[in-house]
């Protein structure tokens, strides 16, 4: 297949999932607030690509969600380029992804994140997974997301559960705190054994994540919850800001490849503390 008719099946359906969660959020909000849209450009003096990032404050539902679409392209900096696969052999490169952070106003309700992307330099390739934090243990919750996810790999490959989930253990992890972000889920890169096969499973993880932040939210939704309840997410959250800051990925990708920075730091909460 056509490298560029990879390139625009996959941002289109970036974009699309963009536009799908959106919906399902304002539905969740009864339609009472609408999301910020701002559009960026990555480089003003020449075409470089750009995005779309789309947040929603104070909400009744969330106290603060984001959704980051972006298709950018350019040359890595020297100094990044033997870091990222392929841009050793040529700096040029061309990334589209998305990106989901959700902060609950109900602290019984998990903070949840998201994110899917292809990548292209000398080589192409896959990356994402999604993982779910929250600060009150619940063991039924984290059963109930662990075995949607397993039915899901499993219907593309029945190592790929046990492999993304160890890789998201090992990923999400406060190496300084010597924690755990939350209960994990599934975490994947480099992922380019075959566009069709990959492109298949990438389209069901965003279906998935669809899924499951839809019928976590409903079950609690409507839960009462303490003054003691919402601080125990404060200092969680904490943890959370550390995490992306010090950690993340995508936050150094983004930065380091001149991306949009409030759409990069959307993913960091309204309001955290630290004991």
Known sequence: MDLDIKKDLTSNWFKLLQDAFCNDIIDLENHKTKFKTTTWKKNLKKDEGGGEYRILNDGKVFDKVGVNFSKVY???????????????????FWASGI?????????????????????????????????????????????????????????????????????????FYLHHRKEP???????????????????????????TFQILFNEIIKKKIKKKWSSS???????????????????????????QTGGNVE??????????KWK
Request: hydrophobic share 30%; proline share 4%; glycine share 8%.
């Open 229 to 255: 309840d919402k601080e125990r997410q404060y200092i969680k959250r904490g943890r959370y800001a550390e995490f992306n800051l010090l950690y993340d990925r995508g936050t150094k990708f983004g930065l």
């Open 99 to 171: 990106s989901v952070v959700m902060h609950m106003k109900n602290p019984l309700i998990p903070a949840m994140h998201f994110n899917t992307r292809y990548i292209s330099t000398t080589q192409q390739w896959f990356g994402g997974g999604m993982d779910v934090t929250p600060s009150k243990k619940d063991v039924l919750e984290k059963k109930n997301f662990h075995q949607t996810l397993k039915k899901m790999c499993d219907l593309h490959n029945k190592n790929y559960y046990k492999k993304y989930k160890n890789w998201c253990d090992e990923y």
């Open 181 to 207: 972000r939350g209960i994990g889920g599934i975490f994947f890169d480099y992922k380019k054994d075959s566009f069709e096969k990959d492109f298949k499973f990438v389209r069901d993880v965003g279906v």
């Open 74 to 92: 350019g040359k890595f900096p020297k100094k990044f380029q033997k870091n990222i696969l392929g841009a050793n052999r040529d700096p040029r």
């Open 263 to 272: 759409g990069i730091l959307m993913s960091l909460p309204p309001l955290a």
